[in-house]
């Protein structure tokens, strides 16, 4: 098994953050693109 370890992320992940506000009224899971990218990084 190779472990590639030259990715790394320095992020903070908001776990306050109201998803819904930033889907601007529609499904979060769909609409919401900080979503997305918290789903793209873990």
Do not use: V, W
Request: aromatic content about 14%.
């Amino acid at each position: 098994m190779i472990i590639d370890t030259s990715f790394k992320y320095n992020m903070i992940i908001d776990t306050s953050f109201n998803f819904y506000t930033d889907a601007k009224s529609g499904d979060p899971d769909i609409k919401s693109p900080t979503l997305k990218k918290y789903h793209k990084i873990l």
